[in-house]
């Protein structure tokens, strides 16, 4: 009779039952991998988030600098030049004359009549600055007048003109880039000697 509640007494103690020592053990891991996750949370503040975005934006193209800082020459006053050269322009898609011989250092006047019935225009320059004015263009309405140093545009019947001091020996052009002209055949070529 009093065996019964020293059964139950020594069936109590005989060391913790095995679900006491699971939850020690979770509650241990969970302890640690707060712990854990916090470190690796606070790390992420560190320099290792910091990515080098800074170099990236380093690396923009530079333009090119002026046409005509190519030894080409450049633009001058009419009383500068001593000599006149005649050019025409024919809706054949020609110049006339289709080539011009100069001198290095020479100051020339082109005067330049539109003998079409479309517009033309005369632009002088090394085979780089054709190609940047023909880009230029295909950016422009057609026939849209447009003055820069080295081009004249002309309607018809009009007459222009535009001076040059050429730099350097070399082979220049002059072209007309109204569209489809240049492709037609419309450029000649100055030969500085
Ligand atoms: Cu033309």
């Avoid at 109590?12 to 302890?31: D, E, H, S, Y």
């Avoid at 001593?82 to 898609?93: G, H, L, P, Q, S």
Wanted: hydrophobic share 40%; charged share 15%; glycine share 14%.
């Amino acid at each position: 009779m009093a065996d019964t509640p020293h059964d139950s007494a020594t069936q109590g103690p005989p060391g913790t039952p095995r679900w006491v020592k699971a939850l020690g053990i979770g509650i241990v891991v969970v302890v640690l991998l707060v712990v854990v996750s916090m470190i690796i949370v606070g790390g992420q503040h560190g320099p290792g988030l910091h990515s080098p975005s800074g170099s990236d934006r380093a690396q923009i193209p530079s333009a090119s600098g002026p046409s005509t800082a190519r030894g080409i020459g450049g633009p001058a006053d009419a009383d500068e030049s001593a000599r006149t050269v005649e050019v025409t322009t024919f809706d054949t898609m020609a110049f006339e004359p289709g080539t011009i011989e100069v001198s290095a250092g020479e100051a020339v006047t082109f005067v330049v009549t539109n003998a079409g019935q479309a517009v033309h225009e005369f632009t002088l320059g090394d085979a780089a600055m054709q190609q940047e004015h023909a880009n230029a263009m295909e950016h422009m309405r057609a026939g849209m007048t447009h003055d820069l140093p080295n081009s004249i545009t002309l309607e018809p019947g009009e007459t222009g003109q535009l001076t040059w001091r050429f730099g350097v020996a070399g082979t220049l052009e002059y072209a007309c880039h109204e569209p489809g002209h240049f492709d037609g055949g419309m450029h000649g070529q100055i030969t500085v000697d």
